[in-house]
């Protein structure tokens, strides 16, 4: 939880969005494929050596209307706000422009640490055509080649090496959840109402090295939580925060920091692509999940209103079939009520540990209903099953050879296992390993 945060700025065409791809490399996520899931990728995990961290390339976000520099230089300022480490990219092929030094202006205000990345270094001669770019002030420069792939060990010990160490992460045992959607369907509205009245606020706890805010609560039964980014959603000041891909940004930073999200729909609106872009997501990170269906209020309503809205929420997020569906209003507080039980629930099955002997229970009971399918002359034989880890829950299931369990049968295992004991709100993971 909480990972550090590097964003790459630099002027258009320096090659971030190479580096970033370079560095982000192809995520194995545990769906093979979402359908609806676009993935342009602003924001994304990465790894080195054994560093888990996130990377943003401030560069895809856009800003309508903004003139060049502008939008520059509100990129440079999302990263000193997001990151933990910036790293500023000139390219060696074009040299020191205005543009750059604009961007190195701006960093300047901030002290955030800067690593200086020289791409377009495409060879050993151009390494001489580096020492122009000292006269930023950000030290060494790092020559890189997101074409030949050259120089990115260096530049990433360099960035490592600016992380806070690992014992800076949260430790607490409260409940983390927070409030994911789209603008405007009614987030802050949501908080607002959880905190109201009768909640008692602990504190608000200042994120480490970054602006982002939780609050922790206590509710009348004495549970406590805590709301993940609530600033990040209450404060609306710059022009960058009404982009969609920054919203969408912050949603994914929220996702990553909580252990439960609530996926907020807007009754009113139906259900669309930055919906389902931030559910996948969700998804893949192996949170907990409810979907909050808001401004409930709002529609008129007959018998099968709540059936048909279920039912287009099944159609259109498949793979979040185990997320619990509550419709809401923070306008009229209906069914709001429900919500920190609802929270606790899902948070419980997200860390529920199934005991092996149970577990193998389940296994061969499944077994004998639906025996393991011959494939090509070949049967799958299954051995047994254990329980590796929680949050998300996630089971080993030993087989004979793992080629041989069809997608279809390890649905059908996952299914067995939701039967027995209740996974309600959390994704589970089955891996499937050949018994030596
Ligand atoms: P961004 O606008 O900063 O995100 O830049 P892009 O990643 O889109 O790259 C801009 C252009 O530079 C593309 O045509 C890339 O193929 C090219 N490019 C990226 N890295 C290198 C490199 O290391 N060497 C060379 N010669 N071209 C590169
Ligand atoms: P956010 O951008 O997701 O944080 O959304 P807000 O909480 O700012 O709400 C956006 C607008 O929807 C505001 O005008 C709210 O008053 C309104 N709104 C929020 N929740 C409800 C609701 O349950 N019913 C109705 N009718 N309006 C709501």
């Not at 039964?221 to 209450?234: C, K, L, P, Q």
Request: net charge negative; no cysteine.
């Amino acid at each position: 939880m909480a990972y550090p945060v590097v964003a790459i700025v630099g002027r258009p065409n320096v090659g971030k969005s190479t580096i970033f791809n370079n560095i982000v490399g192809d995520r194995i996520s545990i769906v093979e494929d979402i359908p609806g899931v676009t993935r342009d990728r602003i924001y994304a995990r990465a790894e080195w050596l054994t560093r888990e961290f996130r990377m943003i390339d401030t560069g895809g976000i856009e800003m309508s209307d903004e003139p060049f520099m502008s939008e520059i230089k509100q990129q440079a300022e999302i990263a000193i706000d997001e990151a933990d480490v910036i790293i500023f990219m000139v390219s060696g092929r074009e040299g020191l422009t205005d543009a750059d030094e604009q961007v190195a202006k701006i960093l300047y205000r901030s002290d955030k640490p800067v690593v200086l990345a020289v791409n377009k270094v495409d060879n050993v001669e151009m390494r001489n055509d580096i020492f122009d770019f000292y006269a930023l002030g950000f030290g060494d420069p790092f020559p890189i080649s997101g074409t030949h792939k050259t120089g990115m060990g260096d530049l990433l010990d360099a960035i490592v090496a600016h992380f806070p160490s690992d014992a800076d992460g949260q430790d607490d045992d409260t409940v983390r959840f927070s409030f994911i959607g789209r603008p405007n369907v009614g987030k802050s509205s949501l908080v607002n109402a959880m905190l109201g009245e009768d909640r008692v606020i602990v504190s608000d706890i200042a994120g480490t090295t970054r602006d982002a805010i939780d609050t922790k609560f206590t509710t009348p039964d004495g549970d406590e939580f805590t709301m993940v980014d609530t600033a990040g959603i209450r404060k609306r000041g710059k022009v960058y925060e009404n982009t969609e891909k920054y919203s969408v940004m912050r949603a994914m930073r929220a996702i990553d920091d909580s252990n439960v999200v609530l996926m907020v729909l807007n009754a009113e609106e139906g259900i669309r692509e930055q919906d389902k872009h931030v559910a996948g997501y969700a998804h893949e990170a192996g949170r907990a999940i409810i979907i909050v269906v808001n401004k409930w209020d709002t529609l008129e309503k007959d018998n099968h209103t709540m059936k048909d809205f279920e039912d287009l929420i099944r159609s259109e997020f498949q793979y979040l079939a185990y997320a619990p569906i509550v419709f809401v209003s923070a306008k009229t507080k209906q069914r709001l009520d429900k919500l920190p039980a609802m929270i606790k629930q899902v948070n419980d099955n997200h860390q529920r540990r199934i005991q092996s002997s149970t577990l193998n229970d389940v296994l061969m009971d499944a077994l004998a209903l639906n025996p393991a399918p011959n494939m090509n002359g070949k049967r799958l034989r299954v051995y047994y099953a254990t329980q590796v880890t929680v949050q998300p829950p996630t089971f080993v299931v030993f087989v004979n050879d793992p080629e041989l369990m069809h997608f279809s049968y390890e649905r059908f295992l996952e299914n067995q296992i939701r039967k027995a004991f209740d996974f309600t709100g959390t994704p589970i993971k089955i891996i499937k390993r050949a018994r030596t």
